[in-house]
């Protein structure tokens, strides 16, 4: 898993760029390689293809991402904008390859992070093969559903698919009239009840996504799971502890950088990563009285880390103060959240 995590490939036609991650003190140079794929390599009736999911923040769209790849790719949390940026979660069976792309949750941005993370989700509808529309189905859908779904009738030319998540919460006496109002959200669709956390349906999911994929060969190499870098993902499994360790308006707030990234030993990689925040009040909370909150989020990250790495790491976690970071593109761009 380890030697995966470090490899960052990017599918071009039928050709894909293997970057090879070499570090140099702090920064990281990549090499490029072309390997071409064999057509006739490839199983007859092989399908391949790009799904987007889809929804309003919080519904679950993550979730069902890590549970259909069958490794956590994206971080969840009970918090709505809890994913910042599209990323990739690729599953690969003898059958078919399908190349899941989590999204930022849709709603009304209040800052430009907020404007980029929904430009970001709206703009990968049309660059993919399917959509999967995702509601909270054991709820009536809100105003902000019904948006997206009228955005989508609007705007989108591929084949949607509605998904009701979380059928685990919803009330038998509900059923009938939850669901109808979710099959008004969009104009066509077809639908399935789903709980991504329990796994309720994802098979019939999959047969339904199969069903409308089109035929060809493996876009990524096979035993890729996701298109992000090690430090990427180090630096969500570090926010992701902070967003469950925290409250109120911390978790909106921090952002997370990887500063070092050294192997010191062929079983040791040395981290520093630094945790900005908007407000000095916010830093003291983070680091928690004598360090308290800096030592569990440094635990709680440490340990999936090593599963990503294979191998022991040591993390130096870092708080500063980056006042309104969330408003200023220039910041963005160093998070890597703007292009
Ligand atoms: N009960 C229940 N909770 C779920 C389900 N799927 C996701 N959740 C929870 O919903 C919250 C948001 O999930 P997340 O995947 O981060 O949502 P996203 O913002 O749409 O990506 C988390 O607390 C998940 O554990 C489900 O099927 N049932
Ligand atoms: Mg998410």
Redesign the pocket.
Known sequence: MASLAKTLWVSKAQRVLYFQRACVSSCFVYTIAVKPVDPNQVAPNHKAGFVA?I????????????ALVGVKV?????K????RRVLRGILTRPDAQIVFV?T??IHAPQHELGKTMVEAATGVVNDVDLVLF?TDG?QMPTDEDARIGKRLDEKCRVPVLLVL?????LKPADVQAVTEAHFALVRYADWMR?????G?NLPKLLDQILARLPEGPELYPPDLVTDQNLQAITAELIREQVLLHTRQEIPHSVAVAIDEWEERREDLTHIAATIYVERESQKGIVIGAGGAMLKTIGQGAREQIEWWTGHKVYLELWVKVWEKWREREDRLRQLGLLE
């Open positions: 999911v929804g309003k923040p919080n519904v679950g769209k993550s979730t069902l991402v890590n994206a971080i969840v949390s009970p709505p904008q809890t994913t989590d930022p949750g995702m054991a998540n979380k059928m685990d919460r789903v709980s991504a956390t329990r309720t």
